[in-house]
């Protein structure tokens, strides 16, 4: 059966999208050009055409992929709702729960990061868009006299770090944290970081967010 000619566009996500899946079931160190390009039934030269190295096709890859759940994170913070609820459904939505597809990719990123320049700054530049966004939405929220945060960047900062390193304990160790632990967790940290009870937090809805699915 004849494969459908793409544009360029389309073959380059075509592709992404591969690698992609390549690396979450090999891992950064052990896919190769020729895994991608046995999956889609193309040459190593077409891989090769668009994207030269194997480094820089795994640099592209992990941007594709988390620059979409950037996507959605700034979704959720564009709602128009307060900035506590907002706040809310995003740090739940990023917490690690499920399946985790998407952490198992950052971390390998992380991992392979430490050993190619190309990737560490895209992971690097990706991180800082994720904790720029939640520091806007908790300054907005502050000025709007939601709550009270003198450093919402710092804020932000230990939030991420907070589910990041849930990811990875979930994620690399199979460890016994359950899903509701993780997000009360989660709740907890969020409230001291605006500082507001818990009660308060909890009041706020966060009806239709993934998390709550």
């Known amino acids: 059966m004849a494969r459908v000619r793409l ?8 592709l992404l999208r591969a690698a992609v899946e390549q690396i979450e079931v090999r891992g950064v160190s052990s ?3 020729a895994d991608v390009a046995s999956v889609l039934g193309v040459s190593n030269a077409l891989v090769l055409y668009h994207f030269s190295t194997k480094e820089k096709l795994v640099a592209a890859a992990f941007a594709y992929a988390a620059e ?3 996507a959605h994170l700034r979704k959720l913070l564009a709602r128009r709702t307060t900035a506590v609820r907002r706040l809310r459904a995003a ?3 990023y917490a690690p729960t499920g399946t985790a597809k998407g952490w198992r990719l950052w971390i390998e990123g992380w991992a392979a990061s430490l050993r190619d320049p190309a990737l560490r700054e895209v992971a690097g530049d990706l991180d800082q868009q994720w904790k720029t966004e939640l520091a806007q939405v908790i300054e907005e929220g502050a000025a709007a006299g939601e709550f009270r945060c003198g450093d919402p960047r710092s804020a932000a900062w230990r939030l991420t770090a907070l589910l990041d390193g849930m990811a990875v304990q979930t994620t690399s160790y199979a460890g016994p944290l359950s899903r509701t632990t993780m997000l009360r967790w989660t709740d907890e940290a969020l409230a001291r970081e605006l ?3 818990l009660a308060e937090l909890t009041g706020a ?3 239709g967010s993934p998390a709550d699915g």
């Open 68 to 70: 979409a759940d950037l």
């Open 7 to 14: 544009n360029v566009a389309e073959r380059r996500e075509e």
């Open 91 to 93: 740090v739940r939505w």
């Open 195 to 197: 500082g507001i009870d």
């Open 31 to 33: 896919v190769r050009i």
């Open 205 to 207: 809805p966060v009806a």
